[in-house]
């Protein structure tokens, strides 16, 4: 069975729809489909995870994991960041793409499996992580970031304390300088700096 973080989507029918989002006064519209995360809505963790970050005009931004672009759109419009999203389901890259080209602002969509396919470097890395792909796996993410932080460069992210934000948080603090911004619902928005 296929599932949003795996690469092809082909055995999961379509059924496009658009979902409406509001970011400050900014409103924007993205087209969705069956076989990407949060399909119907943008999620509360992601909408948490936007409402916190601080990042300015003309810094680069990796969303790392950007399913249909939600993150990465919302940052090259409202901030006006230069951003890459990343993603390794066919289905969202083609997604963001379409939402991307529809919206304001500086974005790329390339295809990568985490951080496969990436050689640069950022002012920040956004990512309301793929918690199912097991904690390894994602412990090697947020340990891979920080060969693709600028000095100085945060990698952002929001984790469920029920999913482990909270034995996420402790790893991370044996490599970054971790601060927890907010706190929203259970969710737990996240700073890691390279020490």
Same mark, same amino acid.
């Given at each position: 069975m296929?599932?949003y973080?795996?690469?092809?989507q &082909?055995?999961v029918k379509?059924? &496009?729809?658009?979902?409406?989002?509001?970011h400050?006064? /900014?409103? @924007?519209?993205?087209?969705?489909?069956?076989?990407?995360f949060?399909k119907?809505?943008?999620d509360t963790?992601t909408?948490? *995870?936007?409402?916190?970050?601080?990042? #300015?005009?003309?810094e $680069?931004?990796l969303?790392l994991?950007?399913g249909?672009?939600v993150i990465g759109i +919302?940052i090259?419009?409202v901030?006006?960041?230069?951003? %890459?999203m990343?993603?390794? #389901?066919?289905r969202?890259?083609? *997604?963001?793409r379409?939402n991307a080209e529809a /919206?304001d602002?500086? $974005?790329t969509v390339i295809k990568?499996d985490? @951080?496969d396919a990436?050689?640069a &470097? @950022?002012?920040? %890395?956004? $990512?309301?992580?793929?918690?199912r %792909?097991?904690?390894?796996r994602?412990? $090697?993410?947020f340990?891979?970031?920080k060969?693709? *932080?600028k000095?100085n460069?945060?990698?952002?992210l929001?984790?469920h304390?029920?999913h482990g934000?909270l034995?996420? %948080?402790a790893? *991370? &603090?044996?490599?970054?300088? +971790?601060?927890?911004v907010?706190?929203?619902?259970?969710f737990r928005i996240?700073?890691?700096?390279?020490r």
């Amino acid at each position: 069975m296929s599932h949003y973080y795996s690469e092809d989507q &082909r055995d999961v029918k379509s059924r &496009r729809q658009t979902v409406m989002y509001t970011h400050g006064t /900014h409103a @924007f519209r993205f087209t969705t489909d069956h076989g990407v995360f949060s399909k119907d809505h943008v999620d509360t963790a992601t909408s948490a *995870l936007l409402d916190h970050l601080m990042i #300015n005009a003309d810094e $680069t931004v990796l969303d790392l994991g950007c399913g249909y672009g939600v993150i990465g759109i +919302v940052i090259a419009s409202v901030k006006g960041a230069q951003v %890459i999203m990343s993603d390794v #389901n066919e289905r969202a890259l083609a *997604l963001a793409r379409e939402n991307a080209e529809a /919206h304001d602002g500086e $974005t790329t969509v390339i295809k990568s499996d985490g @951080f496969d396919a990436i050689d640069a &470097r @950022f002012d920040h %890395i956004v $990512t309301n992580p793929p918690i199912r %792909i097991g904690k390894n796996r994602l412990y $090697t993410m947020f340990n891979a970031a920080k060969a693709h *932080l600028k000095p100085n460069g945060s990698l952002w992210l929001v984790m469920h304390k029920k999913h482990g934000a909270l034995s996420a %948080i402790a790893y *991370l &603090r044996t490599l970054y300088k +971790v601060e927890v911004v907010a706190k929203h619902k259970g969710f737990r928005i996240i700073r890691c700096e390279i020490r």
